[in-house]
């Protein structure tokens, strides 16, 4: 027969292997998120050096960087044409540069919706009650 102490005393240990789990669980937690700040601090480095590098050398880049330098040129050149399109257009359309977004409207135009219809008068519905005769 078992002894009150040894049940006490499995007890104890099944917590003690219990508690050691869940930190080791947390410790583990942690240095999953340490990597993660880790990975997002080289993601930033990667950004920066790549700005550095296009700002130093993109006009004359080395190798297997042309092509992303080229990719990068021709962006920049996109955006500014379409810059200069929006001018254009507010220019000779008297828009300035707020845009007005209507009310429940999601799509960023100027115009307001056309106001719905309010629905015709409908009488109220009487219903019968539960203790009327006439239904079948």
């Known amino acids: 027969m078992t002894s009150f ?6 007890a104890l240990d ?21 990597n993660s700040a ?10 920066d050096l790549g700005k550095l ?19 990068i040129t021709a962006s920049k050149q996109k955006i500014e044409e379409n810059k200069a399109k929006i001018a254009e257009m507010r220019a000779a359309g008297n828009i300035n540069e707020d845009v007005y977004v209507a009310p429940n409207c999601d799509c960023g135009c100027d115009v307001d919706p056309e106001p719905e219809e309010p629905a015709p008068e ?5 219903e019968p009650l539960a203790d009327d005769k006439t239904k079948e």
């Open 5 to 10: 102490d040894d049940l006490k005393s499995k």
């Open 14 to 34: 099944l917590a003690q292997a219990g508690a050691a789990k869940a930190k080791e669980l947390t410790d583990i937690a942690k240095l999953n998120i340490a």
């Open 38 to 47: 880790e990975e997002d601090t080289i993601r930033k480095a990667y950004i």
């Open 53 to 71: 590098y296009y700002a130093e050398r993109g006009m004359a880049p080395e190798g297997a960087y042309a092509a992303l330098c080229e990719k």
């Open 122 to 126: 409908q009488p109220p519905v009487v």
